[in-house]
């Protein structure tokens, strides 16, 4: 599903970001990114994302050479994967149903598909009854829901997560794991950036840790 064959990213004026990674997650896993503040997380999901590309070596996402796919394709790329972040990025100035149905409208789907997949999704996560809400009346966690709503609404089978639990006490980093638990177990291939390792370890999951921009250690 996620394959990494001796992949660099090196920016201009800077140190490469990202040095001859290789690795691979199955279709269907759930694995974590881990490492330093630095180390590559964010570019390597951005890799992935297609936010960035690679300065050498091949990315491979579901079968496709992401070096091969044009800049006109990239937003029909993106439609495969749902994308969870740190700080949420959610609208303020829109309701919690808005935010959760944006990339159903930048699709074009009708009302009522909208409104019955936006719904579903704020179920899942447990935010039905905040439909109307603005995201600033909410939880620091409630908000973290309802990114992850955002990123599952279109149904995607990927999703990447950079650092979702960042600004989460434990208890509710461990809610919020479990939420990405239940989608991968439901055949969602899901990626977590985090520097939570005691959460990390505490899972029978993958890990890939970077230093520097390298693999630190075997893949595990």
Do not use: C, W
């Amino acid at each position: 599903m996620i394959q990494f064959t001796d992949v660099y990213k090196r920016y201009p004026s800077r140190q490469e970001a990202l040095s001859g990674l290789s690795f691979h997650i199955d279709k269907g896993e759930m694995a974590f990114l881990t490492g330093h503040s630095g180390a590559g997380k964010s570019t390597l999901l951005k890799l992935i994302a297609l936010i960035e590309r690679s300065t050498h070596g091949q990315v491979f996402v579901n079968g496709q050479n992401l070096s091969r796919i044009s800049k006109r394709k990239i937003p029909y790329y993106r439609r495969q994967i749902g994308l969870v972040f740190q700080d949420h990025n959610l609208l303020h100035d829109r309701t919690v149903f808005d935010n959760v149905a944006l990339p159903l409208v930048i699709e074009g789907e009708n009302h009522r598909e909208i409104g019955r997949r936006v719904r579903a999704s704020l179920d899942k996560v447990g935010l039905l009854g905040k439909e109307r809400s603005l995201p600033i009346s909410l939880s620091g966690g409630e908000q973290q829901r309802v990114g992850i709503a955002r990123a599952v609404v279109s149904r995607p089978p990927i999703l990447l997560a950079d650092e979702p639990t960042g600004n989460l006490d434990p208890d509710l980093s461990k809610d919020i794991m479990q939420l990405f638990e239940q989608f991968n177990q439901v055949g969602v291939t899901v990626f977590i950036a985090t520097h939570d390792l005691s959460l990390v370890q505490s899972l029978p999951y993958q890990q890939i840790i970077l230093e520097q921009g390298r693999l630190a250690a075997p893949v595990i």
